[in-house]
C-alpha cells in the first residue's frame, strides 16, 4: 500500500473517531463495530500476514516478526504524524476559518490528486 493511500485511511480513522467523539459528548452510543471500523480494517490490510517456520527458533521468529512489521508501522506512525502536523499547524496559527473535518477533506482530495498524477509520496 502506498503512503499516500495509507494516508487517505488515516484520515478515515480520524474522520470516524471524530464522529464518534461527538456522539460520546452527546451521550449517544458510537455503534461501531471494532472489527469494522475505519482503523479495524486499517490494520487489517496494512500488516501482513508473517510465517515463521516451525523450526525457527525465538531469536529468528522475533527477527522475521519485526522485519516484516516494521516498515508498516514506521508507514502508519508517518501518516498520522503527518496528519498531527497539519491539523497542527491550522490550529497554531489561529485559524478559525476551517474545521478539522474541512481539513481533512482538502487533505484527502490532495492525496487523492497526488495519487492519480503518481506522485503519491504523502507530503
Known amino acids: 500500500m502506498e503512503q499516500s ?3 487517505l485511511r488515516a484520515i478515515g480513522v480520524l474522520t470516524e473517531t471524530q464522529e464518534m467523539v461527538r456522539r460520546l ?3 449517544e452510543e458510537p455503534d461501531i463495530d471494532t472489527a469494522e471500523s475505519q482503523l479495524g480494517r486499517l490494520v487489517t490490510e496494512v500488516f501482513p500476514s508473517i510465517e515463521i517456520p516451525a523450526e ?19 508507514s502508519l506512525v508517518g501518516a498520522f504524524a503527518f496528519l498531527f502536523s497539519e491539523l497542527a499547524e491550522v490550529h497554531d496559527s489561529g485559524r478559525t476559518d ?19 498524477h503518481g506522485d503519491g509520496d504523502g507530503r
Open 5 to 7: 493511500e495509507i494516508i
Open 25 to 27: 459528548s452527546q451521550n
Open 56 to 74: 525457527a527458533s525465538v531469536e529468528e521468529a522475533a527477527e522475521a516478526t519485526i522485519a516484516a512489521l516494521m516498515p508498516v508501522t514506521i
Open 98 to 116: 476551517i474545521t478539522t473535518a474541512d481539513l481533512l477533506q482538502h487533505l484527502a482530495l490532495r492525496m487523492s490528486r497526488q495519487d492519480d
